[in-house]
């Protein structure tokens, strides 16, 4: 995952390297909405939608390179987008035509090579080209505007993308390692982040920072990372063949049931859980419910401590609720 911190990079002025900052991890979820998904998930536009994922993918990198020619002054930007771009740029008839078949590999590579030449543009122009004003839409604009509404557009697809999602029935009920996986180098390969503490991970003894080389026997030191169907059902073990300094051994990890939550009837400023951590927030009296998660044996557990004040949870208070069935202890708490 990129780095949060939106501050100075090497090789871009300022302002530049927080609007890289920002196009990157939207980048980094939009991947994450298609990981290792097959030609046909890519292809699939379920009743009611407009645009498959491959082609929210194809439009991405065209709206991308559009932009490209635009900011940088080309005076015939229409006649310079190369032809491959067109159906993604249009959608519609054309891109239901066209933009099918094809595996996860290709809409990674062309989204990469398209970003490749879009941070080649910005590290060679600086602060003041980014705010020059400039026609834009029949009013006045600047290259700052243009770079936001392209990632703005982007994550507006990946919502598309995370709907679409729910159509995937192989991409339904999945279980978790408590591992947090991401690419080794330039998004090919496999490296463990972190794992949480007490998670099926940890007690198999994978840990941050081991480069994954196999998965399930499989030799991933050159595979894009986000080609890698790493979801499975709880129950299913995967064997992760880790390399450390005295050489490599095999860590085999059973996935557990992941926590679910209401999607709606959240009380305002109910906040996400993690784990490890408390959260808070008010319930229908006004009182302060706070809640831990923790690992256990049949997967995660939860337990809600309400208290006064805001004043953490400490030995001796009443549990008001535990269990891992959270998202119905919810409900019962706020309705």
């Known amino acids: 995952m990129p780095s949060t911190l939106l501050t100075d990079q090497s090789g871009f002025t300022p302002m530049i390297a927080r609007l890289v900052g920002m ?89 990469a090579q398209v970003r490749a030449g879009t941070l080649a543009l910005l590290a060679a122009r600086d602060d003041a080209w980014l705010d020059e004003p400039l026609p834009l839409w029949g009013d006045t604009g600047n290259r700052h505007f243009m770079w936001f509404h392209v990632f703005e557009d982007e994550i507006n697809h990946r919502g598309q993308l995370r709907l679409l999602r729910r159509h995937q029935p192989g991409h339904q009920g999945l279980g978790t390692t408590g591992a947090w996986l991401e690419p080794l180098r330039d998004g ?18 994978l840990r941050g920072g ?20 790493l979801g499975a059902a709880p129950g299913i073990s995967s064997t992760y063949r880790v390399r ?26 109910h906040s996400c859980l993690h784990f490890g951590h408390v959260a808070q927030s008010s319930d229908h009296s006004g009182r302060v419910v706070h809640a831990v998660l923790q690992w256990r044996d049949a997967g995660v557990h939860v337990a809600f401590w309400r208290c006064h004040g805001d004043r953490l949870p400490v030995s001796g208070d009443p549990v008001l609720a535990a269990g891992t069935d959270v998202a119905d202890r919810l409900r019962g708490l706020y309705g």
Do not use: K
């Open 210 to 229: 081991d480069e994954i080389v196999a998965i399930d026997g499989v030799d991933v030191r050159d595979t894009l990372f986000h080609e890698l169907r």
């Open 244 to 269: 450390r300094d005295f050489g490599e051994l095999d860590l085999t990890v059973t996935r557990v049931a992941r926590l679910s939550f209401p999607m709606c009837g959240r009380p305002p400023g």
């Open 188 to 205: 090919l390969g496999v490296r463990c982040r972190m794992v949480h503490e007490g998670s099926p991970a940890e007690q198999a003894g």
């Open 23 to 111: 196009m990157t991890y939207a980048r980094e979820t939009t991947l994450e909405a298609v990981q290792g998904w097959t030609p046909e998930e890519l292809d699939l536009i379920p009743d009611g939608h407009a645009n498959s994922a491959g082609m929210l993918l194809a439009h991405m990198a065209a709206v991308e390179r559009i932009y490209q020619l635009i900011s940088d002054g080309h005076p015939d930007p229409d006649g310079a987008l190369e032809a491959h771009h067109w159906p993604g740029l249009n959608l519609g008839q054309q891109g239901r035509a066209e933009i099918r078949g094809r595996p996860l590999r290709h809409y990674l590579e062309a989204l």
